[in-house]
């Protein structure tokens, strides 16, 4: 037995080592956890340098487009999202989604520690991960800044972004992001795009059961998609429903009439096939490119309002679609194209590129073009009336026509019928598409000339100076090009490019581009007069070749065929309404069967027109009258004229001259749908109106003023207005003697002007002169 002395030598010795040992445990623990919060602070800073672009946690969003009549059109993204303000998403939805995700959203701070711990054990008792823990905050954190990778590393990060943006972000500002970015399935981001994919309808529509099918989708989104699994679906619902029940949000009646409630979830469409106008949106997308990034395009969340009707687009789609069917057999016509345009403006009121809407090919606007045949003829006596001094009475001998033609060979052309017909006039030689006569004119007064009205008038496509263009022997026009041409007769000689996009704004409503189309005078107003005669008579002369138009009132129009009846064409215009071209013919070139432009394309112009043109004066009269009340309105109250045009009008009355202009007896401007004044940068819906001289509005509107959103709202002369507007120009005629706005008898100049140097005042000392 041992002494006591060495027993208490020995305890003393293992309390030593103890001693040691839990020293060394307690630096190792407190190394370890200055390691960690250490480690935690330069996390914590690091990822606090990323701060500043938690502002730019808005989500990526779809790009709009909508006709003029204000359908969408097309949505157009590379993430199918539409942002929505949180008040515009129903409560149920709001507190279906925290039920089902985060039912102590609104108690935490960014990481729930007792949702972490209840997830572990129930992971520990499953013995396999049933529940994430992670906070809406912090799968918001995820989605905007971090992978899915699942790590510690990952987890620690989305802890610490999480409080960061609890720290800058209200509770309900990071719900809205929530809501606004997660997934749903089918290709749905957001709450508004899930909603419109699932159920066809705004987000704001939805009943609860459909709330809770929804909220319970971003868990699973393509196990549970009601597109993949819609009895999957639905049982996720009653797991939701039975949670907000659960947590008070709703009782049990509720509940259960929710689990009753039958769900419409309508078929999924993707990409392209959900576009209406597919042709026109493709057109749109096209001319956007030219101006805006892809990023911008696809992602930017822009408001595209475009020129596109959409009741004529259907009535042009109806018309082309069954008459090519109905002649596919018969006549062997497979294919076709249609386009509208409003001449004063240029503006595509539709536009159907193929008989097959799922088509990418836009036989309006791409590929090399269709060789136009006789419709092409009016641009030999455009350039003889304007420049030789010829007129529709003008007789040409209709007989054999001998020339040197390629490879030594004599050119011998004949007319579609193969006879001569003796002295014709030009009027009748129109009127029934007589060859002859024009490449007889054509050879006289030179085949450039008859390119250079062309030209002038808006064909862009390549022209060769051949006599065989005179009678559309060319590589190929469009019929986009053809329509904006002709639109110059209907339009008193000015011509109007055409254009599909009257606006475009950011996803809050805040103007990016006002689109204002100019006009340009390249054929005298008589040189018109004579052409519409010409034109007339095709519908309703003596054997006019477009006499099934003759039910139209005021009628105009051209037809064309090409060789071994390759191509069939009809391009008419009603004056001042609309123009619009139609084409007919085979992708491979096969020549078709007795289809003539009169005979195929004449019956779907003839369509149109008859159900276009009263939408047309509908439009317009509702315009006119709610103008004339808003002037009537303002008169009343003594509105001070502020007499000078906005900075968006732009008149299309311009002359290729800018020093001896004659001023127009109409102008154009931008005028506000809401007060039918002159519109300023702020008037969320416009349009192009043209007035007589003297007529148009005078003052801007006074419920949309120009100033910055959020300041005051006074009403401004163009000396009070800010800097930004004095940067901003607009085209005026100014009277070159008195340097006043022009009246109808000024000699005049055209100039760009700030919009605060514009005058105030029109010209009163040159009046109409007094007839002898």
Known sequence: MSPPSVNKASSKLRK?????IVTALQVMILVGISSSVGVGLAMFVNLSSILPKVQAVEAPEATIIYSADGVILARIFREDRT???????????????????????????????RGIARALWQNIRGHRILQGGSTITQQLARNVYLTQEKTVERKAQEAVLA???????????????????????????????????????????????????????????????PHENLQAALRRRDVVLNRMCELGYITPEERDQAKRERIRIVPRRRGRSTYRAPHFVDYVVRELRKRYPDDVIFSGGLRVYTTLNFEMQKIAEKALRETIRAHSKERHVTEGCFVALEPANGYIRAMVGSVNPNSYFNRCTQG??????????????TAAFEECGMKPSDRILDAPFVRPGANGKLWRPKNYDGKYHGWVTIKDAIARSINIPAIKVADKIGIHRVIKYAQLMGITSELEPYLSTAIGGVKGVHPLEMASAYGTYANEGIHVEPSCVIRVANSRGETLEDYSPEGRQVISKRTCEMMDECLRAVVVGRGGTGFRAKDV?????????????????????????????????????????RAYGGVICVPIWREFMLKAIPIYDRIRQEKEAKNAVTRKRHSEENVEPAKSPDESAETNRHTDSDTK??????????????????ATPNCPSTHLETFEVGNAPTSYCTIHPAEPR????????????????????????VCSETGLLAGPYCPTVKKRLPVDEVPTHICSVHKRPESR
């Open 16 to 20: 030593s080592r103890i001693r040691k």
């Open 553 to 593: 009132p005021e009628a105009r129009g051209k037809t064309g065929t090409t060789n071994d009846d390759r191509d069939a064409w009809f391009i008419g215009y009603v004056p001042g309404k609309l123009v619009a071209a139609c084409w007919a013919g085979n992708d491979d070139y096969s020549p078709m069967r």
């Open 710 to 733: 959020g300041e005051a709202r006074t009403t401004t002369t163009p000396s009070e207005s800010s800097p930004t507007q004095e940067r901003q120009l607009t085209t005026v005629y």
């Open 661 to 678: 202009a004659v001023p127009p007896s109409t102008r154009s401007y931008r005028i506000c749908d809401d007060s039918g004044l002159l």
């Open 163 to 225: 409080i960061l943006l609890e720290r800058n972000f209200t509770k309900d500002k990071i719900l809205e992001l929530y809501l606004n970015r997660v997934y749903y399935g089918s290709g749905a981001f957001g709450v508004q795009a899930a909603s419109r994919i699932y159920f066809g309808k705004d987000v704001s529509q939805l009943t609860l059961s459909e709330c809770a099918l929804l909220a319970g989708l971003p868990q699973k989104p393509s196990v549970y998609s």
């Open 83 to 113: 942002n929505v303000p949180l008040k515009d998403i129903p409560m149920a939805l709001r507190n279906a989604t925290i039920a089902i995700e985060d039912a102590r959203f609104y108690e935490h701070s960014g990481v729930d520690i």
């Open 368 to 381: 090399h073009g269709r060789q136009p045949g006789s419709a092409f003829k009016v641009f030999v006596y």
